[in-house]
C-alpha cells in the first residue's frame, strides 16, 4: 500500500512535469477509457489539431492585415492537464489551510512598551536591561512571524508547496505546529492519495488495468485493458485468451 508521504512527495516531484506537459502537443500513447476510448481519443486529437491549425490560419491571415502586429504563434494548450492541476492545487491548497487552522500556534506576540510616566525606571541599567529585553522578544516574534515552516494564506500558495508542508505534517517535523490526530493524518491521506492518482493518469505515469463491461464476443468472457506508462493499450479475454490492439485483432 502506498504511503501518504509516497503521494506527496510524487505531487511535489511531477508538478513541473504537469507545467511542461500542459504547453506539449497530446500525446496518443495514454490508457483511456478502454480500448474503445483510446480510438476516440484518436479521433479527438485529429479533430483538436484541425481546429488548431484553423485558428493558426486566422492568426497569420490577422498579421497580413496588419504588419504593426508582432508576436509569437500561439502554442497549443492541453486544457485536461490544466484543468488536473487546477483541481489539484484546489484541493491541496484548502486541505493546508484546514490542517494549518487547526494545529499551527498563533504567532509569538511582540512586547508591549512600559509606560514609563506612571512606572518609571529606578535607575539607568534597569533601562538598558528592560530595553535589552524588549529588543529580544521583539527578534523572537519576528522571526516566528517569518518562520518559513509555517503555511501562509497569502502568498505562495501552490500545490507542490502544499504538498511539501503536508508532508512536514506528516513526517512530524519540527515546526510551529502541534502533532497531528489520527483523523487528520486520514484526512490528508485521502486528499494526497486522489491528487496523486490524478497527476499521475495526467501524465500516463502509472500502470492502470481496467475490465471493460462489454464481454468477449467469441466466448462471453471478461475483457481486461491493460495501459498506462505511456504504453499503448491492450485488450486481453481472460476466458480465450483474444488479444486487441487498435489495429485489431493481435492474436488469439
Known sequence: MTSTSTHLRSIALHWSDLHETAGQPTQLGAFGLGLRGYL???????AEQLEYERHQAAH??????????LGDRPTPVRLHILD???????????CADDIAHRVQRAPIAGPTARRT?????LTQREADIAAADRARRQQLAHADLADPRRWRYTGRRTASHAALWL?????????PCRRLTDDEEKRIGTVAAGAAAR?????????QQRTLSTPCPDCGGAVDVHGGEGRTPVAHCTGCGRIWTEGGVAAA
Open 40 to 46: 476516440a481519443r484518436l479521433d479527438q486529437a485529429d
Open 60 to 69: 497569420l491571415r490577422s498579421l497580413e492585415r496588419d504588419p504593426m502586429q
Open 84 to 94: 488536473t492541476m487546477r483541481a489539484v492545487e484546489a484541493v491541496l491548497v484548502q
Open 117 to 121: 510616566a506612571t512606572h518609571p525606571y
Open 167 to 175: 508532508l512536514a505534517r506528516i513526517e512530524r517535523a519540527p515546526g
Open 199 to 207: 497527476v499521475e493518469r495526467a501524465l500516463d505515469i502509472a500502470a
